[in-house]
């Protein structure tokens, strides 16, 4: 299978797990390893060594969901993914070679740094358990891998356009609401104050989109479809604003096209002006969106 194929069946096997879901796959992985370290004792009993790593993928397994949850608040919150994202790089790297290291025997790192070389795990209970953590981490390490091959900025740049519409949706959807009302007022034709509402659809459309891109990067699925649905949407709604502010011509709900004239009434100026100063930096998170990882 080449890379590219690889990479599409990876997204079809992932595309409908969400971020909780993973994280309850991987507490499953900690049941597992808990198994692991009390019963490959028995074949380190002489290793110290041996018997650490095998408590450390506990803590590596904990770690990890922290991580995730780590990086998900971040997005949410608009703060920096970077410390949450790099910790996730360096946990997931060491967990993955000390679980292959019990499996099939090499070379991981210790716990002062150190590289260390382990043996197979060969006692039959050690090796039920060592095969049950392979199991579900071959379910789940691949997700987890496909978070951390995308570009940072991608996820920040969300998390960014994000935290900008949620600052100011209740704001957005009152002044639509305003813009609606004042066309209306306007006697302006059917099909213009259908387009003056559909912003109000879109802003919370907007929104939802935003969301699903997080979703979307989180378990390491394909995010063109999400973003182009989220561009075309802020571009419709970006060229309604200027229309309503300075005319145009606009796509109506219906498929055809409407002429808007500007608002001159000074309750529709108001609402354009107010939803153009709340409208611009929300644009520019959007159009700021790393699109490295489409």
């Known amino acids: 299978m080449d ?19 993973l994280i309850t796959l991987f507490v499953a992985t900690i049941i597992s390893v808990l198994a692991l370290n009390i019963v490959i004792s028995a074949q380190f009993e002489a290793d110290a060594v041996g018997v650490n790593l095998a408590g450390r993928q506990r803590m590596l397994s904990q770690r990890t969901v922290k991580n995730l949850q780590g990086i998900q608040l971040a997005q949410q919150s ?21 679980l292959r290291a019990f499996d099939v025997g090499g070379s991981t790192t210790g716990a002062g740094g150190e590289p260390v070389t382990l043996e197979a795990v060969e006692v039959a209970a050690g090796r039920a358990a060592v095969d049950a953590a ?26 960014d356009a994000q935290r900008m519409v949620r600052d100011r ?7 639509m609401n305003d813009l609606t009302n004042a066309v209306a007022a306007a006697d302006a034709s059917t099909a213009a104050v259908n387009i003056a509402g559909r912003q109000r659809m879109l802003s919370q459309r907007i929104a939802r989109q935003l969301y699903e891109l997080d979703v979307a990067q989180t378990v390491g699925r394909d995010i063109r479809p999400e973003l182009a649905a989220l561009q075309a949407d802020a571009e419709l709604f970006d060229a309604t604003i200027r229309a309503f502010s300075q005319g145009g011509i606009v796509p109506a709900p219906d498929g055809t096209t409407e002429a808007i004239v500007p608002v001159d009434t000074p309750a529709g100026q108001r609402a354009v002006t107010a939803a153009t100063a709340l409208w611009q930096p929300v644009a520019a998170a959007i159009a700021g969106i790393d699109t490295e990882a489409a």
Do not use: H
Not at 135 to 153: C, D, F, K, N, R
């Open 169 to 175: 949706i209740d704001e957005l959807l009152r002044v």
């Open 78 to 98: 608009g703060s920096e993914v970077a410390a949450p994202f790099e910790e996730l790089s360096t946990t997931f790297s060491l967990f993955d070679t000390t």
């Open 134 to 159: 392979v199991l579900i981490w071959s379910e789940y390490g691949p997700a987890v891998q496909a978070l951390m091959e995308g570009p940072q900025g991608s996820l920040q740049s969300v998390a």
């Open 3 to 21: 890379s590219t194929s690889a990479a599409a069946s990876r997204r079809t096997r992932f595309g409908g797990l969400g971020p909780v879901l």
